[in-house]
């Protein structure tokens, strides 16, 4: 059997070829234009201090961001959320609703990341954002407040001004710090 050859030229281009062989399976590649992007991890950020946490300079190929939280914690009670922006963080337009068994709040200044605010806990799972066009985006995800053994189910959506090309956590009233955590993106 003959081996699979992989052959780039100058342009960055790779052709992938395999010979022909009676009885062998043909996989076809769909005939459309686009580019193959990695999973990319960005760099785990401490959320001990400060008031927002933003990872900036987002390739504007991507279509899909996931926000993960592990042991967030913040100073007060205020809601956590996310805000999405392109070359601010943008402020206003978002729809967005988290609720749990025990309560449910909405937001219009970013996605929220929990359903309701307690200081002694900490907040652990992840919210992905996907791309449906003309810069629309919309999130899902679901969140753990571990003290309080609260699930939150969280949905939204925002349509920014040009391309994405950044995120940012942070609170509703934008004073509470964070103190305890690592939060981090995953993009593609």
């Known amino acids: 059997m003959s081996s699979i050859a992989i052959a780039g030229d100058t342009s960055g281009s790779v052709t992938l070829a395999a010979p022909a062989v009676a009885g062998s399976t043909t996989q076809t590649l769909v005939n459309v234009s686009g580019t193959l992007a990695p999973l990319v ?16 300079s987002i390739p504007s190929w991507v279509k899909r961001i996931t926000v993960m ?27 967005s609703c988290a609720a749990s ?3 449910k709040n909405t937001s219009t200044t970013g996605i929220l990341a929990v359903a309701n ?8 799972g992840s919210i992905q954002f996907n791309l449906i066009g003309s810069n629309i985006w919309v999130a899902s995800g679901v969140t753990n407040r571990v003290v ?13 001004s040009g391309v994405l090309d950044r995120v940012r956590i942070t609170t ?11 939060i981090n993106i995953m993009y593609e």
């Open 101 to 103: 068994d025990a309560s």
């Open 69 to 95: 939280f592990s042991g967030v914690s913040a100073s007060g009670t205020s809601l956590v959320q996310i805000q999405l922006g392109n070359g601010s963080f943008q402020t206003t337009g978002y729809t």
């Open 172 to 182: 509703v009233n934008g004073t509470d710090t964070f103190d305890a955590g690592t």
């Open 41 to 56: 991890s960005g760099t785990a950020v401490a959320s001990t201090s400060g008031t927002s946490i933003d990872f900036i």
């Open 148 to 160: 309080v053994e609260q699930n939150a189910f969280i949905a939204g959506g925002v349509t920014l």
């Open 117 to 124: 605010g307690f200081a002694t806990s900490t907040i652990f």
